[in-house]
Structures are given as structure tokens and as C-alpha cells.
């Protein structure tokens, strides 16, 4: 069966400081992967998502880059943090670029930016 | 465009009761994906069901049930008999067909909260 996990679990960086999140998945090869944010107040951003190593689309231009240098491996990055990219982050993974294939989560990394 | 709408953003029932979370959408692609996924407080998102625009049987799994209506553009949850165990956040959301793998829309989300 298919697993996915990211890690670190909860960040709290200070203003300024690089920010490395890495996403991998297991039991499924080519899958779409896809980075949230999710800030206060519930609302669920995407970020960027990703159909295969080396193609990154970003649907918010923002202080954030994403990375897939393995087939299922997908890194978020930034260089210098900001106050407001404290949030909940979550890493997803999907099947196929068509939409309609079920999208599945992981277990989110929380960042505190101070 | 796309558009989900959650209007309850918190409800509160006590054990037992039948809870019902609302889900209005809105597309314009004539083949679309509907889905369910609950929020506990760990954080997780976890996939509850998924719904294409031409299946509108309702679907039923265990205490947890769908009601799928094209004509008002809704996508209604209901749990029966609730449980504490079902507090969480409820979102729902949207997947048009237009091969993008980036239109899923999620709505604002439910907080169900379930008291003993």
C-alpha cells in the first residue's frame, strides 16, 4: 500500500533562516505530488504540485520554492523565512494528471516562524 | 471558476445525535469530482470519499452517509449517532476535469465538535 511522510514534524524557525520540509512517498512510482499551506483560520492553499522530477508548478508567487529531485521525493524550500509563512504545510500525493484521481495527505508540519 | 462553500463553520451536537455538514459548489465543467476529507487535530487530512458528477446515488459507509444532488449543486455529510472520536475539521472539495492536475478547491471547512 502507498505511504507517504514528511518531516520534520513541527519547526519553529527564526525570522530570516532557511526552511528545508521533505516529502517522500512509498508504494506507487510517477505520482503527482502537490505542497499546502494551511494558515490560521482553516483555508487550504496550494503551493505547488509537481507530475514528475524536475517540473515544478507554483500557483502563488511567494517567498517558498519546491523542489522533486526523485520520483518521490518532493522538497519545499525557502531561503530567508518570513513571519507570514507560519502555517501548517502539507504534503499530498495523487495518481495520474487528470483530475478526479484521489488526492492523500501527510501528516502536515507545523512552522512557527518567531 | 471553481467555488466551494461551506456556510456552518462550527457546529456542536451532543454524542449520539445525527450532524449533518453542508457542501455547495460551483464549476462549470459538465464532469467534475466531489470529495470529503476529515481534519482531526493531529492535523492529518484524511480522504473520507470521492464523488464523480455522474454517480448521484447516495452512498452510505457505516454512521457515515452522502447526499449528492446535481440539481442544487450540493454535496451534503451526515453522520449518524455521533461520536467524540468524530470532532474534527470537515472540508470538502472540488475537482474539475479540465486535466489539471491542480483544480482541486477545497471549501473553509466545518468544525465539528462533539460533546460527551
Known amino acids: 500500500s502507498q505511504t507517504i511522510h514528511q518531516w520534520p514534524a513541527t519547526l519553529v524557525q527564526p525570522v530570516g533562516s532557511p526552511l528545508s520540509l521533505e516529502c517522500t512517498v512509498e508504494g506507487t512510482s510517477n505520482p503527482n505530488l502537490y505542497w499546502y499551506r494551511q494558515a490560521a483560520g482553516r483555508g487550504l492553499q496550494l503551493l505547488f504540485y509537481?507530475?514528475?522530477?524536475?517540473?515544478i508548478s507554483s500557483e502563488v508567487p511567494q517567498n517558498l520554492s519546491a523542489s522533486r529531485p526523485q520520483d518521490r521525493q518532493f522538497i519545499l524550500s525557502s531561503k530567508k523565512l518570513l513571519l507570514s509563512d507560519s502555517g501548517f504545510y502539507l504534503c499530498?500525493?495523487?495518481?495520474?494528471?487528470?483530475?478526479?484521481?484521489?488526492?492523500?495527505f501527510g501528516e502536515g508540519s507545523w512552522l512557527t516562524v518567531v | 471558476a471553481q467555488k466551494v462553500t461551506q456556510a456552518q463553520t462550527e457546529i456542536s451536537v451532543v454524542e449520539k445525535e445525527d450532524v449533518t455538514l453542508d457542501c455547495v459548489y460551483e464549476t462549470r465543467d459538465t464532469t467534475y469530482y466531489l470529495f470529503w476529507y476529515k481534519q482531526p487535530p493531529s492535523g492529518e487530512l484524511v480522504f473520507l470519499i470521492r464523488?464523480?458528477?455522474?454517480?448521484?446515488q447516495n452512498e452510505i459507509s457505516g454512521r457515515y452517509s452522502w447526499n449528492f444532488q446535481k440539481s442544487t449543486s450540493s454535496f451534503n455529510f451526515t453522520i449518524t449517532a455521533s461520536q467524540v472520536v468524530d470532532s474534527a475539521v470537515y472540508f470538502c472539495?472540488?475537482?474539475?476535469?479540465?486535466?489539471?492536475?491542480?483544480?482541486?478547491?477545497f471549501g473553509s471547512g466545518t468544525q465539528l465538535t462533539v460533546l460527551p
Open positions: 472539495a472540488l475537482s474539475g476535469a479540465s486535466g489539471s492536475a491542480r483544480q482541486l478547491t
Open positions: 499530498a500525493w495523487g495518481t495520474g494528471i487528470f483530475s478526479g484521481n484521489t488526492i492523500y
Open positions: 509537481s507530475v514528475g522530477i524536475g517540473q
Open positions: 464523488r464523480n458528477s455522474f454517480d448521484e
